[in-house]
């Protein structure tokens, strides 16, 4: 999927849900620049509309932007509403969260379940309801931003981890279903990125184990590999994945952990 022209057509318009900033805006840039029009969603209106138009005025496509909790019970519901009148051909499925990195019981409850909820059940709805639309369309694509923390449990991220690993193994199930259908699925498994939200998490950027990619090129080999699911994991986390499916699962847990706590800088 490397001409302009079949982006356009093959997903016409495109949901990116976690739109605003870092990997998500720059696949957003990039469908734009390949004539795609797009439904941006975060929660913070300010940055996203900004996002929004900084690409309707360098690209010349239609950008809508929904201002969302993800996290919300109603979510999927409000999502797929506002798109009711367009043709939505792609979901990229960007949003998601460790909200800071502590044990699990040393987490509120509330806090942890709206979590769980950004991160798999909304994914699964907003699947469910376009996945529909792209079989009955005879092509689309869905796109799962993964992570190498979905490799096994970990202190601190359990949630995290679980919620990952879950979206890998849907995305594994989906792509078989939809492959007759013309549906493209991947889920593309990152490492350490240079994104605010990692940041924000309270990630060393510099200096450790693992070596930060950088979100543009994430969103370039995202869309590079689309058709090359159902899971495609970044250079920089790849060598890692392998050598933790040598182990064994006592060995993985202990090894994720070790290497979480020497990523953690704040308690953010």
């Not at 620049?33 to 509309?49: C, D, I, Q, S, T």
């Not at 979901?91 to 998601?96: C, P, R, V, W």
Request: some cysteine; proline content about 4%.
């Amino acid at each position: 999927m490397s001409d302009p022209q079949n982006f356009a057509e093959f997903m016409p318009w495109t949901v990116i849900a976690g739109g605003s900033e870092g990997v998500g805006a720059c696949l957003a840039q990039r469908l734009a620049a390949k004539g795609v029009n797009l439904m941006l969603v975060a929660r913070k209106a300010g940055p996203l509309e900004e996002t929004a138009q900084s690409i309707r005025d360098t690209y010349g496509v239609e950008v809508r932007t929904l201002s969302l909790d993800l996290g919300q019970q109603t979510a999927a519901d409000d999502l797929i509403a506002a798109c009711a009148d367009i043709e939505v051909g792609g979901l990229i499925y960007n949003a998601g969260a460790a909200h800071g990195l502590k044990p699990f019981l040393d987490q509120p409850l509330d806090g942890f379940l709206s979590l769980m909820r950004l991160n798999v059940e909304t994914q699964v709805r907003l699947a469910h309801h376009f996945g529909k639309t792209m079989r009955e369309r005879g092509k689309g694509a869905i796109l799962f931003l993964g992570s190498g923390a979905g490799a096994g449990g970990a202190a601190n991220i359990a949630g995290y981890a679980a919620a990952k690993a879950y979206a890998q193994t849907f995305a594994e199930g989906l792509w078989y279903e939809l492959r007759p259908f013309g549906v493209k699925v991947l889920c593309l498994v990152l490492g350490l990125t240079r994104t605010p939200a990692m940041a924000r998490a309270g990630f060393s950027m510099d200096g450790g184990e693992f070596q930060a990619d950088e979100p543009d090129f994430v969103a370039q080999t995202g869309l590079a590999r689309l058709g090359d699911g159902p899971v495609y994991a970044m250079d920089s986390i790849r060598p890692n994945i392998e050598r933790l499916s040598r182990l064994s699962r006592r060995e993985v847990v202990e090894s994720l952990s070790l290497s979480t706590q020497g990523l953690v800088t704040t308690s953010a």
